[in-house]
């Protein structure tokens, strides 16, 4: 059982890692702008830096998980974002508040790079355990819009900072001591050891080049409409159903269904990436986002919460596709600095998604912002097409 309950720290650690980033784009979109007296585009780039380094602390990361140990970065990851988020209740002013969101990204840069890596870990068939860890990850998204609603209407914007920091911190704890038993050491040792006999098979230069062009150019673009939609849903919402929508919990219902029905997407994607021809699973995901989000320009009313599912399933359904092709060609010794690179990508073109919501929005409206999401989609269509054939292999 022990390889299942790491299983599920992981699990847990990947959920956590895409809840708390997103607590303060609800909390901006529902409360702030009116306790503080700014506007929607005026308050949301306080989050910019969290972004960014969300994006560039996942090298050193990486580095450190590959030279000194994973387990030990995961430990000081779920103690390090769960006192950040616990300290940013404390904010009182923007600067403040982008300060404690800056630290939440830092710690939260470690998961990607490492959680992942120990995912993969010695198996040979890797698309449905990252979805499933993924799954967990989306939830994440999911629970950020509707337990930061609950919790602002129950106890105020504070509480939806203060009750997840402290539940990582639990979770820290209980993962610490996990590490320290005995029968936890031979479970870790047994991992690595599976991962350091069973190798990937040597590709060409050539193949290498094309996979990871592909690979950094299609996470960096699919981080920015998973950046993009995650973040402005619970806005597109509200004012997409403004006849519907009316309360802040009605708001984070309808985001929490979105995002966990549209969930089932990495599942689908992971069990058919371990059966048929990756490319043709990227490709036809890459063609969803483009339909869907066309769709979204002009929809309006309940029509838009049946069409953001479709266009979320599709977005979803990209984020393990990336991570299994990284996990096919590289060798677990420096697997998690690949990763690290490829995050670094994904979460520094993402930190552009928040100066193009309050851009678009304040000049255009949603209409456009999905327009562009379309066009990014186009692109990332066009870069599938090139990626060679790759075969599974052991992770």
Known sequence: MNPRLHFAFLNVGHFIDHLLPLVFATVAALVLTREWGMSYAELIPYATPALVVFGLGALPAGWLADRWSREKMMVIF???IGA????????????????GLFAIGLFGSIYHPVGLAMVIQGRRQTG?????????????VACAALFTSLLIEASGWRAA?????????????????????????????????????????????????????????????????????????????DERLSDLTVSVTAVG??????????????????????????????????????????????????STIVVCIAFMLVVFGQIPINDVLIGRVTRSEWRSRALATRYIITFSVSATAIPMIAWTHTTWGFGAFFMILAAVAVAILIFVSFLPKVEITWA
């Not at 089932?264 to 339909?291: N, S």
């Open 78 to 80: 779920f103690f390090g």
């Open 84 to 99: 950040s988020a616990i300290a940013t209740a404390f904010a009182n002013t923007p600067m403040t508040l982008a300060l």
């Open 128 to 140: 449905l355990p990252l979805a499933v860890n993924g799954v967990f990850g989306n939830l994440g």
């Open 161 to 237: 900072f203060i009750w997840p920091g402290a539940f990582t911190l639990l979770v820290g704890v209980a993962y610490w001591i996990f590490l320290r038993g005995p029968q936890a050491d031979d479970t870790l040792q047994h991992e690595k050891i599976a991962g350091a006999e069973k190798r990937s098979k040597a590709f060409t230069r050539e193949t290498l080049v094309r996979v990871f062009a592909v690979v950094f150019v299609s996470t960096a673009l699919g981080g920015l409409i998973f950046q993009s939609t995650t973040f402005a849903l619970p806005k597109v919402i």
């Open 253 to 302: 219902w309808y985001a929490f269904s979105v995002f966990a029905l549209a969930s089932v997407g990495q599942l689908i994607v992971g069990y058919l990436v371990d059966r048929w021809p990756l490319k043709l699973v990227f490709l036809a995901v890459a063609a969803g986002q483009c339909l869907f989000a066309l769709v979204l320009v002009s929809s309006s009313g309940m």
